[in-house]
């Protein structure tokens, strides 16, 4: 795999947290925009990764980036670490049972009234739009104490659909929450071994599980590496799809591959399920020699064709570009949609330029960024009173390599090639991490 200096460039995380006040802008912020920008990441408690390669990036302490936006203006910006015990070790010594045992540092998410930040399997800690801890949710404990990074919540029922994988036995729970947080489904899935499970989707009646091509391999860590994860040619790639509130799931057998991330999914008919996804070949698949990965392929854009009747799947090459991060009007998770949104991937070194995909012709509208700069995934907000699904803004961290610092850009979701309407420069770096989340101070 090629390797990447995580000390510097995009990924270089920050020592320190810091406060700033109201922040320097080209452009016109809309002044709809009222909430805060939160992104989450992997940042060393140190200042410092130790070691090289995605694996020595993604178990770092989580790290909460947020930029704050009101009448026009982004108003403030923010860093803190989350409180974890790992947090206290390195600050709060004399008492580090006070915190909880979790590191989620990949993905926040606002529901029921309870702001989360997630991880993998691990237990989410609810959080302020300040990006102080609370502490251990009060309802959202997910499955077995863990809960995927990528819950969805259907935006009509308000209902929150969640798994959670784990390495060891049950490996795969599936859960619901309602929409005021409470959980009315937790069951476990059986599964002849650990999967690697990083997303889900939803339509108005299923929720589908993905188990692909990369499992464990525990020998890895006698070899020296961080993580014992890898691309399995042995393991069969299964669409799971299980009634949303439980019942006997179903597996569709498709080409070996990893999905990182879903797009979206929906009922098409009846009996026909939609599944977008970026779609991967190939994944952390060891060299011959098992001591390093190979390069992964970019990540491409895929639709699934499930047909619950006859028992089948197609699978459609909707789009050859490199991409990842999607995202899209979450008002549309689990509907028919028309649009997402996601980071350009000129090299499977680079997250450079923001894309509109637009179903209806199959086309990519561009927003470039110059060579050595990398962005963020676009998170979309609705404009107050939109009517049409595009009708909204995308909110992006960029990293500027002249200056080493980051902007947030605005653009129009309708209008992704007209550039950014609003430029906030930061004097300080928001390091590349995983996801994040609009939390409107309305919400
Ligand atoms: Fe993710």
């Not at 894309?355 to 086309?363: M, Y």
């Not at 610092?405 to 090639?417: E, I, Q």
């Amino acid at each position: 795999m090629t390797t990447i200096d995580l000390n510097a460039g995009a990924v270089a995380p920050v020592a320190r947290e810091v406060e700033l006040g109201e922040l320097r802008v080209t452009g016109t912020v809309p002044d709809d925009l009222e909430g805060v920008l939160v992104r989450n990441g992997p940042n060393p408690l140190s200042g410092r990764f130790e070691g090289e390669g995605m694996l020595a990036w993604w178990p770092e302490a989580a790290m909460l980036h947020g930029i704050a936006f009101s009448g026009g203006q982004a108003t403030s910006y923010r860093n803190r670490w989350l409180r974890t015990q790992r947090w206290a070790q390195a600050y709060a010594p004399d008492n580090t049972a006070a915190w909880p045992d979790t590191n989620p540092n990949v993905n926040v998410l606002r529901h029921a009234g309870e702001t989360l930040a997630l991880a993998e399997g691990g237990m989410p800690l609810a959080i302020t739009s300040t990006l102080d801890t609370v502490g251990l949710a009060r309802r959202h404990r997910g499955a077995a104490q863990g809960m995927t990074a990528h819950p969805k919540v259907d935006p009509q029922t308000g209902e929150l659909m969640m798994f959670h994988a784990g390495w060891r036995p049950p490996f795969l729970r599936y859960g619901v929450a309602d929409k005021a947080g409470e959980p009315t489904v937790d069951m476990e899935i059986p599964l002849a071994e650990a999967s690697m499970m990083h997303d889900m989707a939803i339509t108005e009646t299923h929720s589908i599980l993905l188990d692909l091509n990369v499992g464990y391999d525990f020998s890895m860590l006698q070899r020296g590496h961080r993580m014992p994860l890898r691309w399995h040619d042995e393991r069969s790639a299964r669409l799971g799809v299980i009634p949303r509130h439980g019942g006997e799931i179903r597996w569709f057998e498709i080409a070996p591959c990893f999905i990182q991330h879903v797009v979206n999914a929906y009922d098409e008919d009846d009996t026909t399920i939609v599944l977008d996804a970026i779609w991967y070949p190939s994944f952390l698949r060891l060299t011959s020699d098992g001591r390093a990965f190979e390069d992964n392929p970019l990540g491409t854009l895929r639709r699934y064709r499930i047909d619950l009747a006859a028992g089948t799947v197609r699978e459609y090459r909707a789009a050859d570009e490199g991409i990842e991060l999607p995202r899209i009007n979450e008002r549309c998770t689990g509907r028919s949609y028309r649009y997402f949104y996601a980071v350009e991937q000129p090299s499977t070194v680079e997250m450079r330029g923001i894309v509109r995909f637009d179903w209806d012709g199959g086309s990519f509208e561009r927003c470039a960024l110059p060579p050595g700069d990398q962005n963020s995934e676009p998170v979309f907000v609705p404009r107050r009173g939109a009517t049409s699904e595009d009708d909204g803004w995308l909110l992006c961290c960029v990293y500027r390599q002249a200056t080493a610092t980051s902007d947030v850009v605005v653009l129009d979701a309708g209008n992704v090639a007209a550039g950014p309407i609003a430029t906030v420069h930061l004097p300080t770096r928001i390091p590349a991490g995983f996801h994040g989340a609009w939390l409107p101070n309305n919400g």
